[in-house]
């Protein structure tokens, strides 16, 4: 039973236009939430992160929305650049765990030129 | 370039035989992890240490081993692999607990069980 959710495996997007990756999760203990972007044959590296006290964080061209009640965040890319295909990958964590990371099982974002 | 290596980049295994998989950190970060990465599954956590000296086991320990004699290296070892164990192994580390710190990440070890 996976607590944390990416639906879509992929998604495609006009270069310029806006991306939108989903995430669900079940754990309502969760209390912080982490985006990845992972490039082929590189490791993860860290995007963006939200804590459960906001529903909002902004970071340049990326923007991670929290709605607690429906235990679903998003990340916004704004506008999409070539650069931005990657694997986005969404965790989730309980702050006192100390060391779990539960993560979503991905999306590949293509833009396209 | 400051961050973690691992090794090797990709290595082909018969089913029994045993494999250390290597990983070096030199950000002297306390804490470490291995994770698996299978399609449609994301990123499982396999072991991990939160100082030298200690490990613990994460959400798929079976098969595999570790061990954390300094605070650079962390390797994981299958002692009989099998075929289920194919799969794309990254090695991590951060500052404190994963739970609020930011993790970074080695380019990983494709490995392949026959």
């Known amino acids: 039973d996976q607590q944390v959710k990416q639906n879509s495996p992929s998604l495609s997007v006009q270069e310029g236009r806006i991306s939108i990756l989903n995430c669900d999760y079940t754990?309502?203990?969760?209390?912080?939430f982490l985006w990845y972007k992972k490039y082929p044959a590189e490791g993860p590296t860290f995007l963006i992160s939200?804590?459960?006290i906001k529903d909002k964080n902004e970071d340049g061209r990326f923007t991670v929305f929290l709605n607690k009640s429906a235990k679903h965040l998003s990340l916004h890319i704004v506008p999409s650049q070539p650069g931005d295909s990657a694997v986005y990958f969404c965790?989730?964590?309980?702050?006192?765990?100390?060391?779990?990371?539960?993560w979503g099982a991905g999306t590949k974002l293509i833009i396209k030129p | 370039t400051a961050g973690i290596t691992q090794a090797p980049t990709s290595q082909i295994l018969a089913a029994g035989r045993s494999m250390t998989l290597r990983c070096t950190q030199d950000m002297r970060h306390n804490a470490m992890y291995w994770y698996r990465q299978d399609l449609g599954l994301g990123l499982r956590l396999i072991h991990y240490?939160?100082?030298?000296?200690?490990?613990g086991k994460g959400e798929v320990p079976d098969g595999y081993s570790v061990s954390r004699a300094n605070t650079d290296d962390f390797p994981l070892t299958l002692a009989s692999a099998v075929p289920s164990q194919t799969s794309v192994y990254f090695c991590?580390?951060?500052?404190?607990?994963?739970?609020?710190?930011?993790?970074?990440f080695g380019a990983g070890s494709r490995l392949t069980v026959l």
């Open positions: 754990n309502s203990m969760f209390d912080y």
């Open positions: 939200i804590s459960s």
């Open positions: 991590a580390s951060s500052a404190g607990g994963a739970g609020a710190n930011v993790l970074t």
């Open positions: 965790a989730a964590s309980v702050l006192d765990s100390n060391y779990q990371l539960i």
């Open positions: 240490s939160n100082t030298a000296g200690t490990t």
